[in-house]
């Protein structure tokens, strides 16, 4: 796992949080979370493509695959 993958993830978080932030202030409460869901929803499919990749790597080096 490289350093621009958690810059990324970090990224998604900076923007979830302000978009949360603003949504919230302006009492837009239902769409905060649907904003908030998304963003967990993003990084967890950007975490299945990394964890494929390792599955697979585990899998070559012993031999598995």
């Known amino acids: ?3 621009s ?3 990324k993830i970090a990224g998604i978080g900076i923007i979830v949080s302000v ?3 603003i949504l919230g202030k302006y009492g837009r409460d239902e769409q905060s979370t649907l904003v908030t869901l ?5 990084v967890l499919l ?3 493509g990394k964890m494929k990749e ?3 790597l585990i899998g070559s080096v012993f031999g598995l695959l």
Do not use: E
């Open 54 to 56: 390792l599955f697979a």
């Open 38 to 42: 998304a963003g967990i929803l993003v």
């Open 1 to 3: 796992m490289d350093v």
């Open 19 to 21: 978009a949360t932030q």
């Open 5 to 7: 993958f958690i810059l």
């Open 46 to 48: 950007m975490l299945v």
